[in-house]
């Protein structure tokens, strides 16, 4: 435990400050702008370098700073005095089970769970991998591995074996902490064969696990390996918190890219708790003692800056919520939370609020809470889709926010600043860029598109504090994957245009990269795995919209010549195949089976002409394609099928 070397008087914000001036403070003056922000926080060692970059011009941020991000999150207000307000409520509908932690209990309980795993020798650098439900003990070993200066990695509970496998052989942690089962709405998931068979795959093995039993299934422990979570936090003494760089990881998360090995965001300490901490008031206008809810999961990374870091940085209450938007009980469940808690501020998905409004369409069960302490509602994961977005709003009542970011950046790139200066919704758009981030619509060849115009969308280096400036595991990555297309540029992956009065609306991916149910996955990778279906030649995986889900994933496969399956059978068993390999979620459903693929004359299949004809959408066909009779073919089968008109 090190004393305060350091403590700077926190900045309050400007909530005078115009949009427009706060923006261009953080463009014209960039480190000026962040070591304002970065002294809200208390530092051990306060930065001196704010910002430095190399000769690609990726920015680090407070890399000499020293400071332990639970700390901040933590322990700084329980010496300040909100040792006793909440920190923390559990609303698990599935288990009928609700507690609360004050800030005081929720330090101590990660006090102790650092002490459990500094017992096992985990030690500042270490990775962690976290395979939990949804329960506190999740956020606990986040703030627990934090505390040591270790470094987590969270797996979500819905991916399969092969996956967490990739994880493990990726991350190489020394210890695992999971628990024996989740809770889904219709079945109890257990987690320990999962983990049991991930470890089995991967070929690095971690030292120990520590499985927290829950009361609906008792998971076996393997002997010499695995420790009852329980037993060994009653034996661990607390301690305190070991000071890391600003520049020093605090969690890797994987996501998924354009080829079946997802890539290990690396956030570093520093630069996430000043963005974090800052975007509380700016973007959610939310103060200590508000009460905050993002309704996603600790394994995604909404669920890591808006369940865990970012409200409990800013000394709210954070909700963590087991359960659904329907049927747990009822659709009703978002406002019955908000209601019963207080919440100011709601964030989730859009997929969440189209549950919601396929069963209670009029907004009924809404109606019976009260909602007056909501002040915003915030959506992001996918976009927003204006039926749902009026729906929202007009049932509500309440402004409804959309607002655009990704796993890379750890927080929004544009948004609608609540706590600055609240502007008009345009349904469609996320608003305008948030303050540190140079958005700009290029085409190919990095040139400036015209207002209206769509294009890539980029962001000018150097990236604003939070954001990734390194895949873990591999130097090059980053570089190749995000900086290589556009010259001085971080390309996002998405599409969109800038409208005349700058409002930004983003359109969808470029890639192939989807978004199902606000959960993003990898055709790529669901391919790799139908590819391996012994019946399969080849296929194609695109992503057909779903009013419910926004987009699922859909097979469109040829056979290997000779083999004689049917499409049902072939179905079901690429159903399985798609869930054992990477998971449910991946909503994997539709195979269609065509004679052939359209392809260009170099062979590469025409993926985007595929997804334009599967959703109906006007499409162009290149004129590089080998053989254009391949198109009225496999729209005569998709017509068969009902698929398309
Ligand atoms: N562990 C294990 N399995 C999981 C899981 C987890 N943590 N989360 C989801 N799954 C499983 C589900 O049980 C389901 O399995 P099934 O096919 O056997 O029924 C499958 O993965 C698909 O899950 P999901 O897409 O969540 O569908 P659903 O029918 O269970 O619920 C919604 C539908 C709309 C209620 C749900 O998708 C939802 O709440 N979406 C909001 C999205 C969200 O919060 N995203 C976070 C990013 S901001
Ligand atoms: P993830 O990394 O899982 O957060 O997914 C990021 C991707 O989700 C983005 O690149 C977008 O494609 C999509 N996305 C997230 N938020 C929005 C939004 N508000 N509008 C449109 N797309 C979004």
Redesign the pocket.
């Known amino acids: 435990m090190v004393g305060i070397v350091s403590l700077n008087p926190p900045y309050m914000g400007d909530t005078a400050m115009s949009y427009q001036t706060e923006y261009d403070l953080s463009m014209n003056d960039p480190e000026g702008f962040w070591r304002k922000q970065a002294e809200a926080l208390e530092w051990y060692k306060f930065p001196q370098q704010i910002l430095t970059r190399d000769a690609d011009g990726i920015g680090y941020w407070f890399a000499d700073g020293e400071m332990n991000t639970a700390y901040m999150a933590l322990d700084h207000h329980v010496s300040n005095g909100r040792g006793n307000q909440l920190a923390l409520i559990f609303d698990s509908p599935v288990t009928d089970t609700k507690s609360k932690f004050t800030y005081s209990e929720l330090t101590d309980s990660v006090a102790r769970t650092a002490g459990m795993l500094a017992d096992l020798g985990v030690v500042k650098g270490d990775r962690v991998i976290i395979y939990m ?2 329960i506190p003990e999740a956020v606990i070993a986040m703030l627990a591995v934090a505390r040591l200066g270790a470094i987590h990695s969270v797996v ?4 399969a074996p092969p996956e967490l496998a990739l994880r493990i052989d990726d991350a190489k942690p020394k210890v695992i902490l999971s628990a024996s089962c ?1 809770i ?4 109890i ?1 257990e ?1 320990k064969p999962l983990l049991d068979k991930a470890i089995a795959l991967a070929t690095h093995k971690p030292q120990n696990c520590i499985i927290f039993q829950r009361p609906q299934c008792a998971a076996p422990l393997t002997a010499g390996r695995d420790y009852d979570w329980t037993t060994l936090l009653a034996k661990a003494e607390p301690v305190g918190c070991t000071p890391v760089k600003g520049s020093d990881p605090l969690y890797i998360l994987y996501t998924s890219g354009t080829t079946g090995k997802p890539k290990g965001v690396v956030r570093e300490n520093g630069g996430h708790a000043v963005a974090l901490k800052y975007s509380m008031k700016a973007i959610y206008n939310v103060e200590a003692g508000d009460v905050f809810w ?4 600790v ?5 890591h800056s808006y369940i865990v870091y970012a409200p409990l940085l800013q000394g709210c209450t954070t909700v963590v919520y087991e359960g ?4 747990t009980p009822d659709a009703g469940a978002l406002w019955r939370v908000c209601a019963e808690y207080g919440v100011k501020a709601l ?6 609020f ?2 919601v409004k396929k069963e209670d369409s009029q907004a009924l069960l809404m109606k019976n809470y009260d909602l007056s302490k909501l002040l915003t509602i915030f959506s ?3 976009r927003l889709d204006a039926p749902t977005e009026a729906w929202l709003t007009d049932n509500s009542g309440k402004p409804v926010v959309d607002h655009w970011w990704q796993t890379e950046t750890g927080w929004a790139i544009t948004a609608n600043l609540q706590g600055v200066e609240p502007m008009t919704i345009k349904p469609g758009s996320s608003t305008m860029p948030v303050p540190g981030f140079n958005v700009q619509i290029l085409d190919e060849n990095g040139h400036q598109m015209p207002r209206g115009s769509q294009g890539y969308i980029a962001v000018k280096l150097p990236l604003p504090p939070a954001c990734l400036n390194r895949i873990w595991g591999d130097d090059n990555k980053f570089r190749d994957s995000y900086l290589s297309f556009l010259t001085g540029y971080y390309t996002t992956g998405d599409g969109g245009y800038i409208d005349d009065d700058g409002y930004v609306f983003v359109m969808g991916r470029v890639d192939d990269v989807i978004n ?4 993003r996955l990898s055709t790529g990778e669901i391919e790799e795995v139908i590819a391996s279906h012994p019946a399969v030649a080849e296929c194609a995986v695109i992503a057909r919209d779903d009013e ?2 926004g987009q699922v994933p859909m097979g469109l496969v040829v056979l290997k010549s000779g083999v004689a399956i049917s499409e049902a059978d072939l179905q079901k068993e690429l159903i399985a195949r798609v ?1 054992e390999t990477i ?5 994997y459903k539709d195979t269609v089976i065509l004679a052939r693929l359209p392809k260009t004359r170099s062979g590469k299949t025409l993926r985007k002409t595929l997804c334009k004809i599967v959703n109906g959408q006007e499409y162009v066909v290149a004129s590089t394609i080998d053989d254009p009779a391949v198109i009225p073919e496999i729209i005569e089968v998709l017509r068969g099928k009902q698929i398309v008109p």
């Open positions: 439900p949804m979500f509970g819905g991916f989740g889904e709405i219709k079945r998931v987690y993002a309704s996603s999961d394994g995604w990374v909404v669920g659904k938007p329907i049927m964030f989730t998905a859009p997929t969440a189209r549950a992001a994961g996918e199902v149910a606000g959960h419910l889900k869930r998971g449910a979620i991946t909503c």
